[in-house]
């Protein structure tokens, strides 16, 4: 069975740009995360989907972020505008149940220049 | 604030030997535990599930839980030079229907 699939796995842009980040859970998840990674803050969690809704979006760090889940086989992470404090690896996971464990995707490399 | 400490190591082991790898979580009713190994570069990989206190082994692997002192930990014996990588430590909090908190991991170097 397919994984979580991220794309793209590395992106590199200027300060000031549109980024989107996107993500294909594995098929009958019903739970969508968004993480953030950096040697400094570890793992950050980001926001979170139960059946497509957002259920908590407060370690979302600022406005210029958001996400969507439009169905159930497709998420989006938009920063906008971009700022080179937010060069991380932004991992997507995914799991049955919110409480159960995650299956991570490979992940996005940011890097803003 | 539900919370999962680790030490950020690194910790430096011969090939061989025993590696301890220890977390310790600060909600009490927490109910599921679980580690996660991360090599550089690449994505957090589940390789281990405790639910209830003592030991649970999957080959060189052991993840031990003691709920009172609130401590999780996991024992790589024959440790190889291919274990090492971050290993996370993630709690399910007592409320039960939320996600997992991680820790912020322990390096592991095997020197061979």
């Known amino acids: 069975d397919a994984g979580v699939i991220q794309s793209p796995r590395h992106e590199v842009t200027e300060m000031g740009q549109e980024v989107t980040l996107r993500c294909k859970p594995i098929?009958?998840?019903?739970?969508l995360f968004w993480y953030r990674q950096t040697m400094m803050r570890g793992l950050e969690l980001l926001i979170y989907?139960?059946?497509?809704?957002?259920?908590?979006d407060s370690g979302m760090p600022e406005d210029r972020f958001s996400a969507k889940m439009p169905n159930a086989s497709f998420s989006t992470l938009k920063i906008q505008p971009s700022e080179p404090r937010d060069s991380a690896v932004y991992f997507c996971?995914?799991?049955?149940?919110?409480?159960?464990?995650?299956?991570f995707g490979d992940g996005t490399r940011l890097s803003i220049l | 604030q539900k919370e999962v400490e680790q030490n950020s190591g690194p910790l430096s082991v011969p090939e061989g030997a025993i590696a301890s790898l220890n977390c310790t979580y600060s909600?009490?009713?927490?109910?599921?535990f679980f580690w996660y190994r991360q090599y550089s570069g690449k994505s957090p990989e589940l390789i281990m599930s405790?639910?209830?206190?003592g030991d649970k082994e999957d080959g060189r692997f052991t993840a031990q839980l003691n709920k009172a002192s609130q401590y999780v930990s996991l024992l790589i014996r024959d440790s190889q030079p291919s274990d090492s990588a971050t290993y996370l430590c993630?709690?399910?909090?007592?409320?039960?229907?939320?996600?997992?908190?991680f820790g912020k991991g322990t390096r592991l170097s095997v020197i061979a």
């Open positions: 996971a995914s799991s049955p149940l919110q409480y159960q464990p995650q299956h």
């Open positions: 098929s009958g998840h019903n739970s």
């Open positions: 989907f139960n059946n497509n809704v957002p259920i908590d």
């Open positions: 909600d009490r009713g927490s109910q599921s």
């Open positions: 405790i639910y209830s206190n």
């Open positions: 993630a709690v399910n909090p007592y409320s039960g229907n939320t996600p997992l908190v």
